[in-house]
């Protein structure tokens, strides 16, 4: 079965800096999903970016940008320029391709504090 | 177009009673997956239905609680004879399509059993 492990339970950073999440994770499989959800106090789910491991480029969606190291199963998450609203607990997922399999399995989950 | 809906989103509950949560995917969404947020914890997988049909039932407790998705309608979460452990955040997921699917969430129901 595939785990997902974050261990830092909580990281801050001063505003308009870069703060990365880290992001490990276990599988057989050489073909999968990668995800890194929000979920801010509304404690609404909200998809941040997202990695195809068939991809060697790195996902990028504004001011998030992902580290997927494939070989050491790695998958952290930088945000630059930090702003008041990126406040939220961080969430990375790995998602099998495989039919029927598709269920998202979770880290713990990162608590993210940005001090004006 | 409208996202992922789930009502109730608050539900109090007496032990004992039954609950029942609903959740409406987003249109064209053919994929349900249910989700439990225990307090402080990550989501944890419960079921992944397809209409009228259960694909992956791997995460649900084996007692009290079932799902369905049927032809017409909401999916169901119905967890029967509640008990102060089943008190969590249930979220509901949607998909369109096998390949190219981000499961988009709903807001949750957050249960509350006294």
């Known amino acids: 079965a595939q785990t997902v492990t974050q261990s830092q339970p909580e990281m801050s950073v001063q505003e308009a800096e870069t703060v990365t999440l880290s992001c490990t994770y276990d599988?057989?499989?050489?073909?999968?999903?990668l995800f890194w959800y929000k979920q801010p106090p509304s404690r609404q789910m909200i998809l941040v970016i997202r990695?195809?491991?068939?991809?060697?480029q790195n996902a990028t969606e504004n001011r998030f940008s992902v580290n997927f190291q494939k070989a050491a199963k790695s998958f952290s998450l930088k945000i630059s320029d930090s702003q008041l609203g990126d406040a939220a607990m961080y969430f990375c997922?790995?998602?099998?391709?495989?039919?029927?399999?598709?269920?998202?399995?979770f880290g713990q989950g990162t608590r993210l504090t940005i001090n004006p | 177009n409208a996202g992922v809906m789930q009502n109730p989103r608050h539900l109090v509950r007496r032990r004992g009673q039954e609950a029942r949560l609903r959740c409406s995917p987003m249109?064209?969404?053919?994929?349900v997956y249910w989700y439990r947020q225990l307090p402080e914890e990550g989501l944890k997988f419960m079921v992944y239905?397809?209409?009228?049909?259960?694909?992956?039932e791997s995460g649900m407790p084996k007692e009290r609680f079932s799902a369905e998705f049927p032809k017409e309608g909401p999916s169901i979460l119905r967890i029967q004879q509640v008990v102060r452990g089943d008190s969590a955040a249930y979220f509901c997921?949607?998909?369109?399509?096998?390949?190219?699917?981000?499961?988009?969430f709903g807001p949750g129901t957050r249960l509350t059993v006294l």
């Open positions: 997921a949607s998909s369109q399509n096998l390949d190219t699917d981000t499961q988009y």
């Open positions: 599988t057989s499989e050489s073909d999968y999903y």
């Open positions: 990695q195809e491991a068939y991809k060697q």
């Open positions: 997922a790995y998602r099998s391709i495989i039919q029927g399999a598709q269920k998202l399995v």
């Open positions: 249109k064209g969404h053919s994929h």
């Open positions: 239905l397809q209409k009228e049909n259960i694909i992956d």
